[in-house]
């Protein structure tokens, strides 16, 4: 069906676009031959599919061949049969995939219950993060201690606070150290040994000590630190320092209502879960009513096939009667007819006569 395709729906083809035919007898072999691609596809159709449907609204290839054998075959309750198992099939992708909707948002609401106590609990500590750094502080006077010294200067400030980092470093003391506060919160030193490097000389090797990394971490409460600088050394711009040092004491302040609007997010859509979770398949009836339908057309269709057989055509001798031509032109003017016989019947009247091949 597909192979002569290639001749015009190919690279190269000029034509913008292009239209493909089918045709169909009736009364002749036709129907028992779509019938046969029908069952083809339908099997190719399920070997690929793997559970799932490629799209909702398309009709399948195999639906399509199925109609195409019932339009042959002349037979009006067929042509009735091959749209309802058409409709059916379509309805039955709908329902499949409303339920696998439903899947989903189970599973979308499973994980918004697993999220939501601790987006709660970040909002909780971010609110009160962000009492202990209030908003105008960057306009108020500075409030620091490095030790028990204090500075109202911001560049003696961050000149101490340099100095006393690099001492850290020198000590090589790892862990954390608490060096002062800033506005109430605590300046917290982090310091970490790097791993030992292996150095190649020739046949020779080296071990070079790993050194001491430094982080300057801004603690506002218990909950929150922010991360304020890594690798303070004695060039180390101080103004810079500081900079950072407000800079992170008021992104609190963002952070906290980043939360909020997350946290408000994750309860909105909840809530819109809980409204969809539980829906029936709003056209379950309509699919009950053709499948039932279908069902009946099919038994009529059966019962008709077993009750008048499809007659088989005698073979033609060489040795007696008129000649093959002959028998030809003599038939000519009215064409053979075959007994409009169900579906399955035709499948079995195609593979009898080519029994074989």
Do not use: C
Not at 206 to 232: F, H, M, W
Not at 331 to 353: F, I, M, N, T
């Amino acid at each position: 069906v597909e192979q002569p395709l290639g001749r015009i729906i190919r690279q190269g083809n000029q034509n913008k676009d292009v239209g493909v035919y089918y045709f169909s007898t009736r009364g002749s072999y036709d129907a028992t031959m779509w019938q046969m691609v029908t069952r083809k596809a339908k099997f190719i159709e399920d070997a690929l599919a793997g559970g799932t449907m490629r799209s909702l609204e398309d009709i399948s290839e195999a639906s399509l061949y199925e109609m195409a054998a019932a339009l042959a075959s002349g037979d009006e309750r067929a042509i009735r049969l091959a749209g309802l198992n058409a409709e059916v099939n379509n309805l039955e992708n709908l329902r499949s995939a409303h339920f696998s909707s439903q899947r989903g948002l189970a599973q979308e609401k499973d994980q918004l219950q697993r999220l939501l106590p601790g987006q709660n609990t970040r909002v909780e500590y971010l609110t009160a993060a962000a009492d202990q750094s209030p908003s105008h502080i960057r306009y108020a006077p500075l409030d620091a201690k490095i030790g028990t010294t204090s500075y109202r200067d911001k560049k003696e400030f961050g000149e101490a606070l340099r100095n006393r980092l690099v001492a850290l470093r020198t000590e090589g003391k790892e862990g954390r150290t608490t060096i002062g506060q800033f506005y109430g919160m605590g300046l917290v030193v982090a310091q970490t040994k790097l791993g030992d490097t292996l150095v190649a000389h020739g046949d020779q090797h080296e071990t070079i000590p790993g050194g001491l990394v430094n982080q300057l971490q801004l603690r506002i409460t218990d909950k929150i630190s922010y991360e304020v600088a890594t690798g303070i050394t004695e060039s180390s711009d101080v103004q810079g320092l500081v900079t950072r040092l407000y800079n992170r004491a008021q992104s609190v302040h963002s952070d906290l209502a980043e939360a909020q609007q997350q946290l408000e997010n994750m309860n909105k859509e909840l809530k819109k879960i809980n409204s969809r979770l539980g829906a029936p398949f709003e056209l379950e009836q309509e699919l009950h009513e053709k499948t039932a339908a279908a069902a009946q057309l099919r038994r009529e269709l059966e019962e008709e096939g077993r009750s008048h057989p499809p007659a088989m055509p005698t073979p033609a001798t060489s040795n007696s009667g008129p000649s093959a031509m002959a028998a030809l032109e003599e038939e000519q003017p009215q064409a053979r007819k075959l007994p409009d016989v169900g579906l399955k019947k035709l499948v079995g009247e195609l593979v009898s006569r080519v029994k074989g091949i």
